[in-house]
Protein backbone atom coordinates (compact mmCIF):
# COMPACT_ATOMS: atom_id res chain seq x y z
CA UNK A 1 0.00 0.00 0.00
CA UNK A 2 2.99 2.01 -0.07
CA UNK A 3 0.71 4.49 -2.97
CA UNK A 4 -2.76 3.82 -3.80
CA UNK A 5 -3.65 5.33 -6.88
CA UNK A 6 -6.70 7.38 -7.79
CA UNK A 7 -8.76 5.28 -9.37
CA UNK A 8 -8.18 2.91 -7.11
CA UNK A 9 -8.83 5.52 -4.01
CA UNK A 10 -12.15 6.17 -5.78
CA UNK A 11 -13.24 3.06 -6.74
CA UNK A 12 -13.55 2.33 -3.24
CA UNK A 13 -14.69 5.43 -2.19
CA UNK A 14 -17.76 4.21 -4.82
CA UNK A 15 -18.52 1.14 -2.92
CA UNK A 16 -18.33 2.43 0.29
CA UNK A 17 -20.66 4.55 -0.85
CA UNK A 18 -22.67 2.49 -2.23
CA UNK A 19 -22.74 0.08 0.83
CA UNK A 20 -23.46 2.60 3.05
CA UNK A 21 -26.36 3.40 0.76
CA UNK A 22 -27.41 0.21 0.97
CA UNK A 23 -27.25 -0.21 4.95
CA UNK A 24 -29.23 2.39 5.04
CA UNK A 25 -26.34 4.92 6.88
CA UNK A 26 -26.64 7.80 4.73
CA UNK A 27 -30.53 8.02 4.35
CA UNK A 28 -31.00 10.07 7.33
CA UNK A 29 -28.38 12.40 6.66
CA UNK A 30 -30.05 12.49 2.70
CA UNK A 31 -32.91 12.86 4.38
CA UNK A 32 -31.96 15.68 6.42
CA UNK A 33 -30.05 17.63 3.46
CA UNK A 34 -33.16 17.03 1.37
CA UNK A 35 -35.25 18.71 4.07
CA UNK A 36 -33.12 21.37 4.69
CA UNK A 37 -32.09 22.35 1.34
CA UNK A 38 -35.82 21.91 -0.33
CA UNK A 39 -37.31 23.94 3.23
CA UNK A 40 -35.29 27.05 2.48
CA UNK A 41 -35.71 26.84 -1.34
CA UNK A 42 -39.27 26.57 -0.59
CA UNK A 43 -39.13 29.70 2.07
CA UNK A 44 -36.74 31.77 -0.17
CA UNK A 45 -38.89 31.32 -3.35
CA UNK A 46 -42.09 32.01 -1.44
CA UNK A 47 -40.55 35.04 0.28
CA UNK A 48 -39.08 36.20 -2.68
CA UNK A 49 -42.56 35.90 -4.69
CA UNK A 50 -44.09 37.14 -1.55
CA UNK A 51 -42.32 40.40 -1.20
CA UNK A 52 -42.24 41.34 -4.87
CA UNK A 53 -46.67 40.79 -4.44
CA UNK A 54 -46.34 43.12 -1.77
CA UNK A 55 -43.95 45.27 -3.61
CA UNK A 56 -46.52 45.56 -6.57
CA UNK A 57 -49.54 46.59 -4.73
CA UNK A 58 -47.87 48.78 -2.53
CA UNK A 59 -47.17 50.94 -5.52
CA UNK A 60 -50.37 51.15 -6.56
CA UNK A 61 -51.04 53.56 -3.54
CA UNK A 62 -48.60 55.49 -4.91
CA UNK A 63 -49.91 55.63 -8.65
CA UNK A 64 -46.34 54.86 -9.65
CA UNK A 65 -43.10 53.26 -8.67
CA UNK A 66 -41.32 56.49 -7.87
CA UNK A 67 -42.73 60.02 -7.60
CA UNK A 68 -40.83 63.40 -7.91
CA UNK A 69 -42.63 65.81 -5.65
CA UNK A 70 -42.01 69.44 -5.23
CA UNK A 71 -43.84 72.79 -4.80
CA UNK A 72 -42.44 73.72 -8.15
CA UNK A 73 -42.52 72.09 -11.33
CA UNK A 74 -39.72 69.87 -12.03
CA UNK A 75 -37.07 70.63 -13.90
CA UNK A 76 -36.74 69.86 -17.84
CA UNK A 77 -33.51 67.77 -17.73
CA UNK A 78 -35.20 66.02 -14.47
CA UNK A 79 -37.69 64.71 -16.88
CA UNK A 80 -36.17 63.99 -19.62
CA UNK A 81 -33.29 61.82 -17.77
CA UNK A 82 -35.99 59.73 -16.61
CA UNK A 83 -37.32 59.43 -20.10
CA UNK A 84 -33.63 58.64 -21.35
CA UNK A 85 -34.07 55.56 -19.56
CA UNK A 86 -36.75 54.15 -20.49
CA UNK A 87 -39.17 54.66 -17.57
CA UNK A 88 -42.54 55.20 -17.86
CA UNK A 89 -43.75 59.51 -16.96
CA UNK A 90 -46.98 61.06 -15.61
CA UNK A 91 -47.36 64.50 -14.64
CA UNK A 92 -49.82 65.48 -12.20
CA UNK A 93 -50.51 68.78 -9.88
CA UNK A 94 -52.46 68.80 -7.02
CA UNK A 95 -53.74 71.85 -5.16
CA UNK A 96 -56.68 73.08 -3.47
CA UNK A 97 -59.49 75.97 -4.79
CA UNK A 98 -63.40 77.12 -4.65
CA UNK A 99 -65.22 75.45 -7.09
CA UNK A 100 -68.41 77.07 -8.36
CA UNK A 101 -72.02 75.99 -9.55
CA UNK A 102 -75.21 77.41 -9.98
CA UNK A 103 -76.26 77.35 -6.21
CA UNK A 104 -72.98 77.96 -4.68
CA UNK A 105 -69.12 77.30 -4.03
CA UNK A 106 -66.96 74.53 -2.20
CA UNK A 107 -63.79 74.35 -1.31
CA UNK A 108 -62.15 71.67 -3.08
CA UNK A 109 -58.91 69.29 -3.81
CA UNK A 110 -58.12 69.57 -7.11
CA UNK A 111 -55.98 67.19 -9.31
CA UNK A 112 -55.16 67.88 -12.68
CA UNK A 113 -53.30 64.99 -14.34
CA UNK A 114 -52.83 64.08 -17.69
CA UNK A 115 -53.40 60.85 -20.07
CA UNK A 116 -50.60 58.61 -18.79
CA UNK A 117 -51.82 58.99 -14.79
CA UNK A 118 -52.16 56.61 -13.39
CA UNK A 119 -49.17 54.35 -13.64
CA UNK A 120 -49.91 51.55 -11.46
CA UNK A 121 -53.12 50.78 -10.72
CA UNK A 122 -56.68 52.22 -11.96
CA UNK A 123 -59.17 54.84 -11.25
CA UNK A 124 -62.38 54.17 -11.04
CA UNK A 125 -65.48 56.37 -12.12
CA UNK A 126 -69.14 55.89 -12.18
CA UNK A 127 -71.88 57.10 -14.24
CA UNK A 128 -74.33 58.05 -11.43
CA UNK A 129 -73.73 58.33 -7.77
CA UNK A 130 -73.75 54.87 -6.49
CA UNK A 131 -73.69 53.23 -10.15
CA UNK A 132 -71.60 50.92 -11.34
CA UNK A 133 -67.79 51.30 -10.80
CA UNK A 134 -65.83 51.14 -14.30
CA UNK A 135 -61.73 51.05 -13.96
CA UNK A 136 -59.62 53.13 -16.29
CA UNK A 137 -59.64 56.00 -18.17
CA UNK A 138 -59.45 59.79 -17.19
CA UNK A 139 -61.23 62.93 -17.76
CA UNK A 140 -61.07 64.26 -20.98
CA UNK A 141 -60.36 68.30 -21.61
CA UNK A 142 -63.04 70.34 -20.61
CA UNK A 143 -64.46 67.35 -18.76
CA UNK A 144 -64.08 66.94 -14.75
CA UNK A 145 -64.71 63.92 -12.20
CA UNK A 146 -65.72 64.23 -9.35
CA UNK A 147 -66.33 63.22 -6.16
CA UNK A 148 -70.47 62.49 -4.93
CA UNK A 149 -70.36 64.39 -2.00
CA UNK A 150 -69.22 67.53 -4.19
CA UNK A 151 -72.47 66.89 -6.04
CA UNK A 152 -74.62 66.85 -2.90
CA UNK A 153 -72.99 69.50 -1.58
CA UNK A 154 -73.11 71.92 -4.58
CA UNK A 155 -76.54 70.42 -5.32
CA UNK A 156 -75.59 69.05 -9.20
CA UNK A 157 -75.72 66.60 -10.79
CA UNK A 158 -73.70 64.63 -13.55
CA UNK A 159 -73.58 66.04 -16.91
CA UNK A 160 -73.38 69.68 -14.70
CA UNK A 161 -70.92 71.87 -15.18
CA UNK A 162 -68.68 73.97 -12.74
CA UNK A 163 -66.12 76.58 -12.59
CA UNK A 164 -62.57 76.21 -11.24
CA UNK A 165 -61.13 79.35 -11.36
CA UNK A 166 -61.81 81.14 -15.26
CA UNK A 167 -62.54 77.72 -16.67
CA UNK A 168 -65.73 75.47 -17.02
CA UNK A 169 -65.98 71.86 -16.90
CA UNK A 170 -68.61 69.46 -17.26
CA UNK A 171 -68.71 66.73 -14.81
CA UNK A 172 -69.17 63.60 -17.10
CA UNK A 173 -68.76 61.08 -14.69
CA UNK A 174 -68.46 60.50 -10.71
CA UNK A 175 -65.14 59.44 -9.54
CA UNK A 176 -65.35 56.64 -6.98
CA UNK A 177 -61.47 55.79 -6.50
CA UNK A 178 -58.04 56.91 -7.38
CA UNK A 179 -55.12 54.40 -6.25
CA UNK A 180 -53.26 57.00 -4.72
CA UNK A 181 -55.17 59.56 -2.56
CA UNK A 182 -53.72 59.68 0.66
CA UNK A 183 -54.69 60.40 4.03
CA UNK A 184 -53.38 63.75 3.72
CA UNK A 185 -55.26 67.79 4.10
CA UNK A 186 -56.18 67.59 0.67
CA UNK A 187 -58.32 64.51 1.23
CA UNK A 188 -60.24 66.58 3.51
CA UNK A 189 -62.18 68.44 0.63
CA UNK A 190 -63.87 66.51 -2.33
CA UNK A 191 -62.04 65.39 -5.11
CA UNK A 192 -62.33 67.09 -8.64
CA UNK A 193 -60.14 65.72 -11.33
CA UNK A 194 -59.79 67.07 -14.21
CA UNK A 195 -57.25 67.42 -17.80
CA UNK A 196 -53.88 69.05 -17.30
CA UNK A 197 -54.27 70.60 -21.01
CA UNK A 198 -57.54 72.54 -18.84
CA UNK A 199 -55.13 73.72 -16.11
CA UNK A 200 -53.49 76.63 -17.60
CA UNK A 201 -57.41 78.04 -18.83
CA UNK A 202 -58.20 78.10 -15.25
CA UNK A 203 -55.97 80.57 -13.92
CA UNK A 204 -55.60 79.45 -10.53
CA UNK A 205 -51.85 79.09 -10.25
CA UNK A 206 -50.47 81.84 -9.71
CA UNK A 207 -46.82 82.68 -8.10
CA UNK A 208 -46.98 81.66 -4.50
CA UNK A 209 -50.17 79.33 -4.81
CA UNK A 210 -50.02 76.35 -2.46
CA UNK A 211 -49.40 73.41 -5.40
CA UNK A 212 -48.21 70.29 -5.76
CA UNK A 213 -46.20 68.94 -8.50
CA UNK A 214 -45.69 65.34 -8.68
CA UNK A 215 -44.30 63.59 -11.23
CA UNK A 216 -45.20 59.99 -11.17
CA UNK A 217 -42.33 57.26 -13.18
CA UNK A 218 -42.59 53.57 -13.40
CA UNK A 219 -40.41 50.85 -14.59
CA UNK A 220 -38.21 48.71 -14.36
CA UNK A 221 -35.88 48.07 -10.76
CA UNK A 222 -32.18 48.65 -12.18
CA UNK A 223 -32.81 51.99 -14.30
CA UNK A 224 -35.21 52.88 -11.28
CA UNK A 225 -32.64 52.38 -9.32
CA UNK A 226 -29.96 54.34 -11.83
CA UNK A 227 -32.85 57.29 -12.10
CA UNK A 228 -33.09 57.70 -8.51
CA UNK A 229 -29.45 58.08 -7.69
CA UNK A 230 -28.48 60.52 -10.13
CA UNK A 231 -31.89 62.72 -9.30
CA UNK A 232 -30.82 62.49 -5.47
CA UNK A 233 -27.33 64.18 -6.12
CA UNK A 234 -29.09 67.14 -7.59
CA UNK A 235 -32.42 67.89 -5.95
CA UNK A 236 -34.16 70.92 -4.85
CA UNK A 237 -34.85 72.08 -1.81
CA UNK A 238 -37.97 72.25 -2.54
CA UNK A 239 -38.22 68.48 -3.94
CA UNK A 240 -38.39 64.84 -2.63
CA UNK A 241 -38.23 61.29 -3.91
CA UNK A 242 -41.08 59.25 -2.32
CA UNK A 243 -41.56 55.23 -3.08
CA UNK A 244 -43.75 52.65 -1.90
CA UNK A 245 -42.13 52.70 1.22
CA UNK A 246 -42.21 56.36 2.22
CA UNK A 247 -44.50 57.39 -0.28
CA UNK A 248 -47.39 56.08 2.05
CA UNK A 249 -46.33 56.06 5.49
CA UNK A 250 -48.53 53.04 7.29
CA UNK A 251 -47.95 51.00 3.64
CA UNK A 252 -44.43 51.64 4.45
CA UNK A 253 -44.34 50.49 8.02
CA UNK A 254 -46.00 47.85 7.10
CA UNK A 255 -44.30 46.23 4.19
CA UNK A 256 -41.18 46.86 5.81
CA UNK A 257 -42.00 44.49 8.95
CA UNK A 258 -43.55 42.11 6.24
CA UNK A 259 -40.23 42.38 4.91
CA UNK A 260 -38.39 41.69 7.68
CA UNK A 261 -40.73 39.02 8.91
CA UNK A 262 -39.47 37.20 5.54
CA UNK A 263 -36.02 38.10 6.30
CA UNK A 264 -36.54 36.28 9.44
CA UNK A 265 -38.32 33.36 8.47
CA UNK A 266 -35.58 32.75 5.61
CA UNK A 267 -32.80 33.59 8.08
CA UNK A 268 -34.28 31.10 10.61
CA UNK A 269 -35.03 28.45 7.70
CA UNK A 270 -31.25 28.48 6.69
CA UNK A 271 -29.98 28.23 10.49
CA UNK A 272 -32.24 25.08 11.23
CA UNK A 273 -30.98 23.20 7.56
CA UNK A 274 -27.38 24.06 8.79
CA UNK A 275 -28.07 22.47 12.06
CA UNK A 276 -29.70 19.90 10.84
CA UNK A 277 -27.07 19.40 8.49
CA UNK A 278 -24.67 19.39 10.53
CA UNK A 279 -26.67 17.30 13.53
CA UNK A 280 -26.70 14.61 10.65
CA UNK A 281 -23.79 15.05 9.32
CA UNK A 282 -21.98 15.04 12.92
CA UNK A 283 -23.85 11.54 13.69
CA UNK A 284 -22.16 10.42 10.59
CA UNK A 285 -18.85 11.43 11.43
CA UNK A 286 -19.10 9.68 15.06
CA UNK A 287 -20.35 6.64 13.30
CA UNK A 288 -17.68 6.69 10.81
CA UNK A 289 -14.79 7.30 13.75
CA UNK A 290 -14.34 3.46 14.47
CA UNK A 291 -14.74 3.19 10.59
CA UNK A 292 -11.63 5.18 9.81
CA UNK A 293 -9.36 4.56 12.64
CA UNK A 294 -9.91 0.93 11.43
CA UNK A 295 -9.27 1.79 7.89
CA UNK A 296 -6.03 3.18 9.58
CA UNK A 297 -4.59 -0.07 11.30
CA UNK A 298 -5.14 -1.70 8.07
CA UNK A 299 -2.64 0.66 6.77
CA UNK A 300 -4.57 3.14 5.26
CA UNK A 301 -1.92 6.87 5.53
CA UNK A 302 -3.85 10.12 6.95
CA UNK A 303 -3.90 11.17 3.30
CA UNK A 304 -5.41 8.47 1.74
CA UNK A 305 -8.09 8.36 4.43
CA UNK A 306 -8.87 12.11 4.35
CA UNK A 307 -8.72 10.87 0.09
CA UNK A 308 -11.16 8.21 0.79
CA UNK A 309 -13.54 10.24 2.75
CA UNK A 310 -13.58 13.31 0.85
CA UNK A 311 -13.87 11.22 -2.71
CA UNK A 312 -17.29 9.20 -0.77
CA UNK A 313 -18.55 12.73 0.33
CA UNK A 314 -17.87 14.59 -3.06
CA UNK A 315 -20.21 11.29 -4.24
CA UNK A 316 -22.91 11.41 -1.72
CA UNK A 317 -23.07 15.11 -2.24
CA UNK A 318 -23.91 14.68 -5.78
CA UNK A 319 -26.53 12.92 -5.01
CA UNK A 320 -29.12 15.74 -3.44
CA UNK A 321 -27.96 18.15 -5.72
CA UNK A 322 -29.74 16.41 -8.72
CA UNK A 323 -32.70 16.37 -6.89
CA UNK A 324 -32.27 20.06 -6.18
CA UNK A 325 -30.30 21.50 -8.36
CA UNK A 326 -29.19 24.98 -7.27
CA UNK A 327 -27.22 24.30 -4.02
CA UNK A 328 -27.65 20.66 -2.20
CA UNK A 329 -24.27 19.09 -2.71
CA UNK A 330 -22.20 22.15 -1.50
CA UNK A 331 -23.75 22.41 1.87
CA UNK A 332 -23.56 18.82 2.21
CA UNK A 333 -20.35 18.62 1.36
CA UNK A 334 -19.04 21.99 3.43
CA UNK A 335 -20.76 20.92 6.83
CA UNK A 336 -19.79 16.99 6.17
CA UNK A 337 -16.66 17.98 4.90
CA UNK A 338 -15.43 20.42 8.28
CA UNK A 339 -16.47 17.26 10.72
CA UNK A 340 -15.35 14.58 8.44
CA UNK A 341 -12.14 15.98 7.21
CA UNK A 342 -10.71 16.50 10.79
CA UNK A 343 -12.38 13.38 11.90
CA UNK A 344 -11.04 11.12 9.51
CA UNK A 345 -7.31 12.26 8.13
CA UNK A 346 -6.23 13.06 12.06
CA UNK A 347 -7.77 9.65 13.76
CA UNK A 348 -5.16 7.63 14.62
CA UNK A 349 -5.12 3.94 14.40
CA UNK A 350 -4.39 4.20 18.38
CA UNK A 351 -7.85 5.56 18.50
CA UNK A 352 -10.04 2.75 17.16
CA UNK A 353 -8.24 0.93 20.50
CA UNK A 354 -11.35 2.12 22.87
CA UNK A 355 -11.49 -1.72 23.57
CA UNK A 356 -8.09 -2.00 24.30
CA UNK A 357 -7.87 -0.61 28.04
CA UNK A 358 -4.80 1.90 26.80
CA UNK A 359 -3.46 3.65 29.75
CA UNK A 360 -5.39 6.37 32.21
CA UNK A 361 -3.92 9.54 30.85
CA UNK A 362 -4.42 8.95 27.44
CA UNK A 363 -8.24 8.35 28.51
CA UNK A 364 -8.37 12.23 30.11
CA UNK A 365 -11.59 13.96 28.90
CA UNK A 366 -9.99 15.35 25.54
CA UNK A 367 -11.09 18.60 25.90
CA UNK A 368 -8.48 18.74 28.79
CA UNK A 369 -5.22 17.87 26.74
CA UNK A 370 -4.55 21.05 24.53
CA UNK A 371 -3.82 20.13 21.18
CA UNK A 372 -0.08 21.38 21.60
CA UNK A 373 1.27 19.72 24.44
CA UNK A 374 -0.31 16.96 24.83
CA UNK A 375 0.68 13.16 23.18
CA UNK A 376 0.07 12.45 20.31
CA UNK A 377 -2.65 9.75 21.58
CA UNK A 378 -4.76 12.43 23.31
CA UNK A 379 -4.53 15.14 20.53
CA UNK A 380 -6.00 13.33 18.04
CA UNK A 381 -8.38 12.44 20.29
CA UNK A 382 -9.14 15.73 20.85
CA UNK A 383 -9.07 16.96 17.45
CA UNK A 384 -11.54 14.15 16.67
CA UNK A 385 -13.62 15.18 19.54
CA UNK A 386 -13.41 19.01 18.90
CA UNK A 387 -14.87 18.18 15.37
CA UNK A 388 -17.13 15.66 16.26
CA UNK A 389 -19.01 17.27 19.26
CA UNK A 390 -18.69 20.56 18.34
CA UNK A 391 -22.14 21.30 16.89
CA UNK A 392 -23.18 19.19 19.28
CA UNK A 393 -22.07 20.83 22.20
CA UNK A 394 -21.71 24.56 20.90
CA UNK A 395 -24.88 25.06 18.75
CA UNK A 396 -24.05 28.39 18.43
CA UNK A 397 -20.85 27.18 16.51
CA UNK A 398 -22.83 24.91 14.35
CA UNK A 399 -25.43 27.85 13.29
CA UNK A 400 -22.00 29.82 12.28
CA UNK A 401 -21.63 27.17 9.83
CA UNK A 402 -24.45 27.86 7.93
CA UNK A 403 -24.04 31.61 6.66
CA UNK A 404 -20.68 29.99 5.02
CA UNK A 405 -22.62 27.08 3.72
CA UNK A 406 -25.81 29.31 2.66
CA UNK A 407 -22.99 32.14 1.32
CA UNK A 408 -20.56 29.03 -0.39
CA UNK A 409 -24.17 27.51 -1.96
CA UNK B 1 12.29 -20.72 15.18
CA UNK B 2 13.07 -18.45 12.29
CA UNK B 3 15.03 -15.47 12.33
CA UNK B 4 13.52 -12.18 14.40
CA UNK B 5 10.61 -10.29 13.21
CA UNK B 6 10.01 -8.51 16.12
CA UNK B 7 12.25 -6.71 18.56
CA UNK B 8 12.09 -4.46 21.52
CA UNK B 9 14.66 -2.89 23.14
CA UNK B 10 14.32 -1.07 26.59
CA UNK B 11 10.94 0.12 25.63
CA UNK B 12 9.06 2.82 28.08
CA UNK B 13 5.90 4.71 28.15
CA UNK B 14 5.30 7.54 30.21
CA UNK B 15 2.68 9.93 29.88
CA UNK B 16 1.84 12.93 31.61
CA UNK B 17 -0.60 13.15 34.23
CA UNK B 18 -2.12 15.49 36.70
CA UNK B 19 0.46 14.15 39.28
CA UNK B 20 3.09 14.23 37.30
CA UNK B 21 4.57 11.94 34.46
CA UNK B 22 3.47 8.68 35.25
CA UNK B 23 5.76 5.31 34.06
CA UNK B 24 3.04 3.00 32.16
CA UNK B 25 6.23 0.82 31.06
CA UNK B 26 9.68 0.21 32.47
CA UNK B 27 12.80 -0.26 30.16
CA UNK B 28 11.33 -4.03 28.75
CA UNK B 29 12.76 -5.84 26.19
CA UNK B 30 11.88 -8.87 24.03
CA UNK B 31 12.83 -10.85 21.08
CA UNK B 32 10.52 -12.79 18.85
CA UNK B 33 10.94 -14.87 16.00
CA UNK B 34 8.94 -15.48 12.92
CA UNK B 35 6.72 -17.94 13.50
CA UNK B 36 6.95 -17.65 17.56
CA UNK B 37 3.72 -16.45 19.83
CA UNK B 38 3.59 -14.49 22.76
CA UNK B 39 1.52 -13.88 25.34
CA UNK B 40 0.82 -10.93 27.15
CA UNK B 41 -0.57 -11.27 31.06
CA UNK B 42 -1.09 -9.12 33.70
CA UNK B 43 -3.59 -7.16 35.73
CA UNK B 44 -5.72 -4.67 34.37
CA UNK B 45 -4.03 -1.71 33.67
CA UNK B 46 -0.66 -3.32 34.18
CA UNK B 47 0.73 -1.94 31.00
CA UNK B 48 -0.39 -4.99 28.33
CA UNK B 49 -2.48 -3.27 25.47
CA UNK B 50 0.05 0.00 25.81
CA UNK B 51 2.98 -2.50 25.21
CA UNK B 52 0.88 -4.13 22.11
CA UNK B 53 0.18 -0.10 20.80
CA UNK B 54 3.80 0.36 21.11
CA UNK B 55 5.40 -3.08 19.21
CA UNK B 56 2.14 -2.64 16.61
CA UNK B 57 3.54 0.27 16.14
CA UNK B 58 0.09 2.66 17.04
CA UNK B 59 1.87 4.43 19.90
CA UNK B 60 5.54 5.66 20.13
CA UNK B 61 7.49 4.83 23.11
CA UNK B 62 9.19 7.22 25.02
CA UNK B 63 12.04 5.66 25.09
CA UNK B 64 13.53 2.51 23.47
CA UNK B 65 13.08 0.92 20.10
CA UNK B 66 10.57 -1.24 18.34
CA UNK B 67 12.10 -3.41 15.51
CA UNK B 68 8.83 -4.71 13.37
CA UNK B 69 10.47 -7.19 10.21
CA UNK B 70 13.29 -5.36 10.12
CA UNK B 71 12.01 -1.93 10.11
CA UNK B 72 12.91 0.80 12.99
CA UNK B 73 9.56 2.13 13.87
CA UNK B 74 11.18 5.12 16.11
CA UNK B 75 12.06 7.22 13.02
CA UNK B 76 8.93 6.82 11.08
CA UNK B 77 6.22 8.89 10.82
CA UNK B 78 2.48 8.00 11.33
CA UNK B 79 2.38 7.70 7.38
CA UNK B 80 5.11 5.76 7.23
CA UNK B 81 3.86 3.23 10.59
CA UNK B 82 1.01 2.69 8.62
CA UNK B 83 2.91 1.41 5.39
CA UNK B 84 4.57 -1.17 7.72
CA UNK B 85 0.86 -2.28 9.34
CA UNK B 86 -0.58 -2.93 6.24
CA UNK B 87 2.10 -4.69 4.95
CA UNK B 88 3.09 -6.99 8.28
CA UNK B 89 0.57 -6.88 10.56
CA UNK B 90 -3.21 -7.93 11.34
CA UNK B 91 -4.94 -6.86 14.19
CA UNK B 92 -7.98 -8.95 16.36
CA UNK B 93 -9.76 -6.51 18.59
CA UNK B 94 -11.84 -7.74 21.43
CA UNK B 95 -14.75 -6.43 20.16
CA UNK B 96 -14.33 -7.17 16.71
CA UNK B 97 -14.84 -4.12 14.99
CA UNK B 98 -16.62 -5.15 11.94
CA UNK B 99 -17.90 -2.31 10.19
CA UNK B 100 -21.90 -3.04 10.46
CA UNK B 101 -22.71 -1.25 6.79
CA UNK B 102 -20.57 -4.39 5.05
CA UNK B 103 -21.44 -7.90 5.26
CA UNK B 104 -18.87 -10.59 6.21
CA UNK B 105 -17.68 -10.69 3.33
CA UNK B 106 -17.13 -7.40 2.18
CA UNK B 107 -15.58 -6.92 5.99
CA UNK B 108 -13.39 -9.30 4.84
CA UNK B 109 -12.37 -7.95 1.61
CA UNK B 110 -11.87 -4.55 3.07
CA UNK B 111 -7.67 -5.15 3.52
CA UNK B 112 -7.28 -6.84 -0.05
CA UNK B 113 -8.93 -4.34 -1.67
CA UNK B 114 -6.92 -1.72 -0.01
CA UNK B 115 -4.14 -3.96 -0.70
CA UNK B 116 -5.97 -3.30 -4.87
CA UNK B 117 -6.13 -7.56 -4.94
CA UNK B 118 -8.05 -7.97 -7.99
CA UNK B 119 -8.91 -11.60 -6.35
CA UNK B 120 -10.36 -9.87 -3.17
CA UNK B 121 -13.87 -11.50 -3.50
CA UNK B 122 -12.38 -15.02 -4.26
CA UNK B 123 -9.54 -14.94 -1.28
CA UNK B 124 -12.32 -13.43 1.49
CA UNK B 125 -14.82 -16.16 0.49
CA UNK B 126 -12.18 -19.03 1.11
CA UNK B 127 -10.98 -17.36 4.02
CA UNK B 128 -14.75 -17.07 5.58
CA UNK B 129 -15.29 -20.71 4.33
CA UNK B 130 -11.70 -21.88 6.06
CA UNK B 131 -13.42 -20.07 9.75
CA UNK B 132 -16.72 -21.67 8.79
CA UNK B 133 -18.78 -18.85 7.28
CA UNK B 134 -18.99 -20.00 4.28
CA UNK B 135 -22.80 -19.62 4.54
CA UNK B 136 -22.83 -16.66 6.13
CA UNK B 137 -21.33 -14.27 3.48
CA UNK B 138 -23.91 -11.74 2.91
CA UNK B 139 -25.14 -11.89 6.68
CA UNK B 140 -23.91 -8.14 8.83
CA UNK B 141 -22.64 -7.94 11.85
CA UNK B 142 -25.40 -7.39 13.38
CA UNK B 143 -27.59 -11.02 12.36
CA UNK B 144 -24.20 -12.98 13.61
CA UNK B 145 -23.19 -14.17 17.00
CA UNK B 146 -20.45 -12.78 18.97
CA UNK B 147 -18.50 -15.88 17.97
CA UNK B 148 -19.29 -15.69 14.58
CA UNK B 149 -18.02 -11.96 14.23
CA UNK B 150 -15.34 -12.66 15.80
CA UNK B 151 -14.44 -15.35 13.21
CA UNK B 152 -14.79 -12.87 10.59
CA UNK B 153 -12.50 -10.39 12.13
CA UNK B 154 -9.94 -13.54 12.56
CA UNK B 155 -10.68 -14.18 8.70
CA UNK B 156 -9.93 -10.13 7.97
CA UNK B 157 -6.68 -10.23 9.79
CA UNK B 158 -5.27 -13.31 8.21
CA UNK B 159 -6.82 -11.78 4.64
CA UNK B 160 -3.90 -9.67 4.49
CA UNK B 161 -1.25 -12.81 5.28
CA UNK B 162 0.34 -10.72 7.82
CA UNK B 163 3.91 -11.73 9.16
CA UNK B 164 2.58 -10.63 12.79
CA UNK B 165 -0.98 -11.12 14.06
CA UNK B 166 -1.71 -9.41 17.20
CA UNK B 167 -4.66 -9.98 19.41
CA UNK B 168 -6.19 -7.97 22.15
CA UNK B 169 -8.49 -10.39 24.29
CA UNK B 170 -9.64 -12.01 20.96
CA UNK B 171 -11.66 -14.16 23.58
CA UNK B 172 -12.54 -11.39 25.97
CA UNK B 173 -16.52 -10.85 24.73
CA UNK B 174 -17.10 -14.47 24.36
CA UNK B 175 -18.65 -17.25 26.35
CA UNK B 176 -15.84 -20.00 27.81
CA UNK B 177 -16.66 -22.84 24.88
CA UNK B 178 -17.15 -20.03 21.92
CA UNK B 179 -13.57 -18.84 23.39
CA UNK B 180 -11.95 -22.33 22.95
CA UNK B 181 -13.36 -22.63 19.55
CA UNK B 182 -11.96 -19.11 18.26
CA UNK B 183 -8.55 -19.99 19.97
CA UNK B 184 -8.45 -23.50 18.05
CA UNK B 185 -9.09 -21.34 14.99
CA UNK B 186 -6.34 -18.58 15.86
CA UNK B 187 -4.23 -21.06 16.69
CA UNK B 188 -4.92 -23.56 13.74
CA UNK B 189 -4.31 -20.55 11.23
CA UNK B 190 -1.60 -19.34 13.36
CA UNK B 191 0.34 -22.66 12.52
CA UNK B 192 -0.82 -23.01 8.81
CA UNK B 193 0.49 -19.58 7.47
CA UNK B 194 3.58 -19.15 9.77
CA UNK B 195 2.35 -16.32 11.38
CA UNK B 196 4.12 -14.49 14.60
CA UNK B 197 0.96 -14.15 17.01
CA UNK B 198 1.06 -11.74 19.96
CA UNK B 199 -2.09 -11.65 22.17
CA UNK B 200 -2.90 -9.98 25.28
CA UNK B 201 -5.25 -11.85 27.07
CA UNK B 202 -6.46 -12.49 31.06
CA UNK B 203 -7.39 -16.24 29.99
CA UNK B 204 -4.59 -17.70 31.19
CA UNK B 205 -5.44 -21.45 29.55
CA UNK B 206 -5.41 -18.98 26.17
CA UNK B 207 -2.18 -17.92 27.06
CA UNK B 208 -0.34 -21.00 28.06
CA UNK B 209 -1.38 -22.03 24.38
CA UNK B 210 1.41 -19.48 23.19
CA UNK B 211 4.94 -20.85 23.12
CA UNK B 212 6.13 -17.75 24.89
CA UNK B 213 4.18 -16.23 27.77
CA UNK B 214 5.27 -12.65 29.29
CA UNK B 215 3.67 -11.06 32.53
CA UNK B 216 3.33 -7.41 33.58
CA UNK B 217 2.96 -5.98 36.75
CA UNK B 218 2.90 -2.25 36.91
CA UNK B 219 4.54 -1.42 34.02
CA UNK B 220 7.94 -4.13 34.93
CA UNK B 221 8.35 -7.58 33.00
CA UNK B 222 7.96 -10.16 36.29
CA UNK B 223 8.17 -13.49 34.64
CA UNK B 224 9.14 -13.85 30.87
CA UNK B 225 8.62 -17.56 30.42
CA UNK B 226 8.84 -20.34 27.95
CA UNK B 227 6.69 -22.50 27.55
Given amino acids: ?409 | MGPSILVAQHLSKVVPSAEGDLTILHALSLDLAQGDSLAIVGASGSGKSTLLGLLAGLDRPSAGKVILAGHDLGPLDEDQRARVRAEHVGFVFQSFQLLDSLNALENVMLPLELDGRRDAREQARTLLERVGLGKRLSHTPRQLSGGEQQRVAIARAFAAQPAVLFADEPTGNLDSHTGERISDLLFELNKERGTTLVLVTHDERLARRCRRLIRLEAGHLVAPVEA
Fill in chain 1, 1 to 409: MTHMPLSRLCGLALRQLLRDIRASEVRVLFFALLVAVAASTAIGYFGARLNGAMQLRASEFLGADLVLQGSAPARDEQISAGKALGLRHAQVVEFTSVVGGDAGIQLSSIKAADGAYPLRGQVRSAAAPYAEETPGGGPAPGEAWVEPRLLAALGLSVGDSIDVGMKTLRMSRVLTYEPDRANNFYSLTPRVMMNLTDLQATGVIQPGSRVSYRDLWRGEAQPLAQYREGLQKNLAANQRLLDTRDGNRQIGGALGKAERYLNMASLVAVLLAGVAVAMSASRYAARRLDASALLRCLGLSRHQALGLYCLNWRCSAWWPHWRVPWSAGWPSWACSACCMGCCQAWCRPAESCRHWPVSPPAWLPWPASPCRRSQPLARCRHCAYCAVTCCRRHPAAGWCMAPPCWRWA
